[in-house]
C-alpha cells in the first residue's frame, strides 16, 4: 500500500536556527514527490517536485532533497514568516491521477 | 485572476440533507480533484477527474459523488451527509494529469450536525 509519513508532526525553531523536516514514503513506482507549504485558512501552495533519487531543489531559505526512501525538507535560517504546516504527498506511476499525502510538520518559527 | 473558486466557504447542515459544494477554475485545466483534510489524517482525495466526462475514486470515495460536465466545473454531491463528513473539503486543478503543480481552492469547511 502506498503510503507518506511525515516528521515530526510540529517543529518548533527560533528564528535563524536551521533544521529539517522529514518525508518517508512507501509507493510502487515513484512518478513524483511533491513538497506545499500551507498557511491557516488556506489552501496548500506549491513549493517543489522531485523525480529521482539525488535530486536536489532550491527557493529562498528551502531546499528539498530525495533518496529512495525519504525526502528531506531543510530550511536554513528560517524567519517567523516561515512559520506554515508543510505538506509531502507523492504520485505513484502506475496511477498518476491519485496523489496520496502525508499528515504534514506544523513549523513555528519565533522571533 | 487565474484561481480555483470554491463555494460556499463555510456550510453547516444536518444529517441526511442532501449538498452541493460547487468548484470552479478558470485556467482551462485538465485535471481536477477534491481533497478532504482532517486533523491527524491530513489530506486525503476523494475524487478526481482527468478530463470532461472522465472521474475516478481516489482513497476515500464512499458518500460522496462528482461530475465533471464541463471542464471548467467540478461540482462535490453529499446525497446524504452524516457526521463523520464533516471536514474542511479542497478542490485542485492542474493544467494536465502529469503536471506536478496543483493550484487549490480556499477550502469549505464542512459541519454534518
Known amino acids: 500500500e502506498d503510503q507518506v509519513t511525515q516528521s515530526p508532526e510540529a517543529l518548533r525553531l527560533q528564528e535563524g536556527e536551521s533544521s529539517s523536516l522529514n518525508c518517508s514514503y512507501t509507493v510502487s513506482g515513484l512518478r513524483g514527490l511533491f513538497w506545499y507549504r500551507q498557511d491557516p485558512g488556506k489552501g496548500p501552495e506549491f513549493l517543489f517536485t522531485l523525480y529521482s533519487a539525488g535530486e536536489e531543489k532550491e527557493k529562498e531559505r528551502l531546499k528539498a532533497t530525495l533518496t529512495k526512501k525519504e525526502s528531506f525538507l531543510h530550511i536554513t535560517a528560517p524567519k517567523p514568516e516561515d512559520s506554515a504546516t508543510y505538506l509531502c504527498?507523492?504520485?505513484?506511476?502506475?496511477?498518476?491521477?491519485?496523489?496520496?499525502f502525508g499528515q504534514g510538520t506544523t513549523l513555528q518559527v519565533k522571533p | 485572476e487565474a484561481q480555483v473558486t470554491q463555494n460556499p466557504r463555510y456550510l453547516i447542515t444536518v444529517t441526511g440533507k442532501k449538498l452541493t459544494v460547487t468548484c470552479s477554475q478558470n485556467m482551462n485545466h485538465e485535471y481536477m480533484s477534491w481533497y478532504r483534510q482532517d486533523p491527524g489524517l491530513g489530506l486525503r482525495q476523494i475524487y478526481y477527474s482527468m478530463n470532461v466526462e472522465v472521474t475516478d475514486k481516489g482513497d476515500v470515495p464512499e458518500g460522496y459523488k462528482v461530475s465533471r460536465k464541463e471542464k471548467r466545473n467540478f461540482p462535490l454531491i453529499l446525497e446524504s451527509p452524516s457526521p463523520n463528513q464533516t471536514s474542511l473539503y479542497f478542490c485542485?486543478?492542474?493544467?494536465?494529469?502529469?503536471?506536478?503543480?496543483?493550484?487549490f481552492g480556499s477550502g469549505t469547511q464542512l459541519s454534518v450536525l
Open positions: 504527498a507523492v504520485q505513484a506511476s502506475s496511477n498518476t491521477g491519485k496523489l496520496i
Open positions: 485542485a486543478s492542474s493544467p494536465r494529469v502529469r503536471d506536478e503543480k496543483l493550484f
